[in-house]
């Protein structure tokens, strides 16, 4: 039970030498001080005995204290403010006053807090240092490297700041409880670190994203939108910022560096899509019979059986036709490499990405990646069907690069090292990328050429020439005709599920369809 006595004595004991302190710094004489002493602690005794329970017992007496002050000071006819803001005030800096409490008369602590947590680092980092560290300008001047006057005019202007702030209605954005979500397509290779999808796994990154893309916002502006202190949006800001996902521009404000498409543009592409599905898989069905009927001996590295090859011929059709132009290096030119083809990124990545807002699409667009491991000269790529339900299998996000070192060593017919290799050796095997028969190890992914298309190396130059090409024309047609580009993949892959053009492996987390060592 509640004992207001005991807590009369208590805040005697404990308070009445502060406020005395407190009171003598105000009035300036120890006769008037005491005076103003018996007035506060007479407000606060009072409310204790009609039953007031401060919920912050120190707040609550320090918020009586200067509220009582305030009535004394204009007794006095005294027109000091309590709190200055003026030039002048920067010589009295030094003092043992708390922030919190400076400011518990003129608006509620929280809004404080919020300013706080919103104001720029520049001046966060030397308010937070003066005020709640109780540290004195000489020492912060020393830590930050700058000249006491600098360290005072940011004091100043950071209390400024603050009391606009405070004096504003400003409220967090809807982003701040309601995040939205946004998936991403990257096309290339990807950092040693890992980047960039190990920096695109939270909610927060990518609301970041979001905002910063439609809305070129400082730290402030997106603090505020998301509902997060600026210590922290800071340094997420920061991360995206070295991952070259976001770029910092002349004002202060930050932009999101590539594309988000929007959920209505996605749905007009939809609908193109669904339009030409049927004509575009069944002239795919037609180029493919092609390959099938008249394709080079031991196609695509001749351990896929046919029925396995359609899956990546199929959605290498699908990928768009713009992918299918014989490349052929003129005069001498190398063939073209990651960095031609992606921009230059981090940790030796090179790629590009899109964003993609939030959209509920229909069963025929379930969504497909492709994802690649390597070099220059050998990479492994793999289609991705993670997300249909019988699609689960390690090797959709491709080989790491340890596995694709080894596998393409096996290939080249170099020297294993049995004892550090073995345990690479062991997970390719249990992968399914390769079958050891006889001491020898088969390769159960398909190989193509890199700087060839796929189809122009399964048939002899004439049957691609007068057979396919003209194929190629008709599917050109047609994509120009619906305007749509190289998204076909999944509706040409439902399409083929459903008319059972292909078949689903009886242990698909084994199989090796639609993936391909690239050399």
Known sequence: MYDAEKTIKLFTEQYYEKIFYFSLKKAGNRTEAEDLTSDIILDIISALRKGVIPEYFSAYVWKCARSRYCKWAEKKSNSRKHFDLSESALDHLECDENLEENFILHEDIQALRREISLISKEYREILVSFYIDDKKISQIAKEFNLPEGTVKTKLFKSRKILMEGMKMAREFGIKSYKPEDVSFVKSGMDGTDGSPWNKLKTKLAKNILLEAYHNPSTIEELSLELGVAAPYMEEAVEELVEATLIKKLDNNKYKTDFEIINAETQRDTENAHLR???????????????????????????????????????????????????????????????????????????????????????????????????????????????????????????????????????????????????????????????????????????????????????VSEDVFKNKIMPLYEKLKKLESSAGVGMWMRPYIFSAALKAGYIKIPEDFSRSMVGICVKR
Request: aromatic share 14%.
């Open 276 to 458: 030409i599905k049927d004509e575009y898989f069944e002239i795919a069905k037609e180029i493919i019979s092609i390959v099938e009927q008249e394709g080079n001996k031991d196609l695509l590295g001749g351990t896929q059986t046919f029925e396995e090859l359609k899956w990546l011929y199929l959605l290498d059709l699908a990928d768009g036709i713009y992918c299918h132009v014989p490349q052929v290096p003129q005069n001498n030119e190398k063939p073209a490499t990651m960095g031609d083809r992606y921009t230059k990124r981090p940790y030796g990545g090179y790629w590009d990405i899109t964003g993609y807002e939030e959209f509920t699409s229909c069963e025929e667009s379930t969504f497909i990646g492709y994802n690649g491991n390597g070099n220059d000269n050998d990479m492994i790529c793999a289609y991705d069907f993670h997300q249909y339900s019988w699609g689960q299998r390690t090797t959709n996000w491709s080989f790491n690069y340890e596995q694709t070192k080894i596998a393409v060593k096996i290939l080249d017919g170099g020297t294993l090292d049995e004892e550090k290799d073995k345990a690479v050796i062991n997970q390719l095997l249990e992968l399914g990328a390769f079958d050891l028969k006889d001491g020898k190890y088969i390769c159960k992914m398909a190989i193509a050429k890199r700087d060839k298309d796929l189809f122009s190396q399964s």
